[in-house]
């Protein structure tokens, strides 16, 4: 018999971490060309501004009371987003996680209804059901953010599975944070896409943390976009902070999915400014950290980079931020003028559109179908068939085997 082997780890029986990620300066963008027109250029500095402003002034609200629940700010990470989505066709989709509002408003959607989300109005995208991690817009392709780390990676990857069937050349972006790659959703899903060659794009945002967790704690390989590599999925990495490099990689990556029907992950290093959610206290990271990492701005640099380029002075920019705060003061107003949800909307949306779930629930109360909208009832209802009536009742088992079965579970 073997000797057991000596217990002689070279770093000893403490947790330690012997290597620590090297990340590249995000404040260097001079390696990217930006090839956009003047107009492009305007509107993707607007975008990042928006979500900046928007969720400013949705901490304060936060403080206010005015919203409830968990609120993930993105600020910091805006030009990811933005850089991904101003990439993709109108027909396209994406589906991200919690942190979810830079994506909705980069898909174009309204401000106010979603800061009226946010305080639970009725006027809000979700009807005021969502709240700030289920910015769903379905018309603009938006299938909303998830609660579940890493829950809504095989929902892309079954998204692209759809649009395979369809035969179309749609594509799908999957947004999640560097706290995902290590659920198994994260290989499960990338292993299907790459077998079954499915449109998607799937885009790490890495923060260098998962709430209070840094990558070098949680991460055995550091380079997060090496994880594909298990699965033949083509990968890259891209500075975060820059937005003319995340909308290169993107439409490489776009292009590849639209074409070759094949998918990519890609992996942008970014930062976040504030705390996991408002209830983060930040004791894992010091100032000085983040006030380096705020050096690297994405709307900061872009504007700068812009201002040498000669194609925008500072008053350019200025007028863009006073229109965007405007914009922000007009959806506060929307906000507060809205109504609260009825009771009765309490009956939809739990179930999916079903004529037999409706008529089924009808039956046993009837608000259930004063609550039913006009688009859900269709044209034509086909007959209702009532349920077979159930089995008649087993024989009453002897006491001794109940009892043992009860045991087993
Ligand atoms: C499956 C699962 N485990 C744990 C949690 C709790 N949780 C919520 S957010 C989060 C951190 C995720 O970090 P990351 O993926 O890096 O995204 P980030 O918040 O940094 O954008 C955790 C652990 C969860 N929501 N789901
Ligand atoms: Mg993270």
């Known amino acids: 018999m073997r000797e057991p082997a000596p217990h002689n780890h070279p770093h000893g029986n403490a947790l330690t971490l012997p290597q620590a990620k090297r990340y590249k300066p995000l404040s260097d963008t001079r390696t990217e060309s930006g090839t956009m027109d003047r107009n492009q250029a305007l509107a993707l500095y607007r975008q990042m501004l928006l979500i900046r402003?928007?969720?400013?002034?949705?901490?304060?609200?936060?403080?206010?009371?005015?919203?409830?629940?968990?609120?993930h700010l993105y600020i910091g990470q805006e030009a990811v987003g933005v850089?991904?989505?101003?990439q993709t066709r109108a027909d396209d989709y994406l589906i991200a996680y919690y942190r979810d509002h830079g994506y909705a408003l980069a898909r174009g959607a309204d401000p106010r209804l979603l800061l009226a989300e946010l305080c639970?109005?009725?006027?809000?995208?979700?009807?005021?059901k969502g709240g700030s991690m289920h910015f769903y817009d379905?018309?603009?392709?938006?299938?909303?953010?998830?609660?579940?780390?890493?829950?809504?990676?095989?929902?892309?990857?079954?998204?692209?599975?759809?649009?395979?069937?369809?035969?179309?050349?749609?594509?799908?972006l999957c947004f999640f944070g560097d706290?995902?790659?290590?659920?198994?959703?994260?290989?499960?899903?990338?292993?299907?896409?790459?077998?079954?060659?499915?449109?998607?794009?799937?885009?790490?945002?890495?923060?260098?943390?998962?709430?209070?967790?840094?990558?070098?704690?949680a991460s055995?390989?550091?380079?997060?976009?090496?994880?594909?590599?298990?699965?033949?999925?083509?990968?890259?990495?891209?500075?975060?902070?820059?937005?003319?490099?995340?909308?290169?990689?993107?439409?490489e990556a776009i292009d590849r999915a639209r074409k070759e029907k094949r998918p990519t992950l890609i992996e942008a290093e970014t930062y976040r400014y504030r705390g996991h959610s408002m209830s983060d206290p930040g004791k894992y990271r010091t100032k000085e950290e983040v006030e380096s990492m705020m050096?690297?701005?994405?709307?900061?640099?872009?504007?700068?980079?812009?201002?040498?380029?000669?194609?925008?002075?500072?008053?350019?920019?200025?007028?863009?931020?006073?229109?965007?705060?405007?914009?922000?003061?007009?959806?506060?107003?929307f906000t507060e003028q809205s109504p609260d949800p009825p009771v009765e909307s309490l009956y939809e949306d739990v179930y999916v559109r079903s004529p037999y779930i409706h008529m089924k629930a009808a039956e046993k109360d009837p608000a259930w179908r004063a609550a039913i909208r006009e688009d859900r009832?269709?044209?034509s209802l086909p007959p209702w068939k009532p349920a077979a009536p159930p089995p008649a009742a087993p024989a009453a088992q002897p006491a001794e085997a109940t009892a043992s079965a009860g045991k087993a579970k």
């Open 377 to 379: 009832v269709p044209a």
């Open 295 to 333: 050096k690297s701005d994405p709307i900061l640099l872009f504007g700068r980079r812009l201002m040498e380029q000669e194609r925008f002075t500072q008053a350019d920019l200025d007028a863009i931020d006073k229109d965007v705060l405007a914009q922000m003061e007009d959806a506060v107003t």
């Open 83 to 86: 850089g991904a989505i101003s």
């Open 220 to 251: 055995s390989v550091k380079d997060l976009y090496q994880r594909a590599s298990a699965y033949g999925v083509p990968r890259r990495e891209v500075n975060g902070m820059d937005i003319v490099a995340v909308r290169s990689a993107l439409g």
């Open 120 to 128: 639970g109005k009725f006027t809000g995208i979700s009807r005021g």
């Open 179 to 217: 706290g995902a790659v290590n659920e198994g959703a994260f290989h499960e899903t990338l292993n299907v896409s790459a077998l079954w060659d499915l449109p998607v794009v799937y885009i790490i945002e890495n923060n260098r943390y998962g709430m209070g967790t840094s990558i070098d704690r």
């Open 138 to 172: 379905i018309p603009a392709g938006n299938f909303g953010g998830d609660g579940i780390v890493g829950g809504h990676l095989p929902l892309a990857a079954g998204i692209g599975y759809g649009i395979r069937m369809r035969g179309t050349d749609q594509v799908c």
């Open 53 to 71: 402003r928007f969720e400013e002034r949705c901490a304060q609200l936060y403080v206010e009371g005015k919203i409830g629940g968990f609120l």
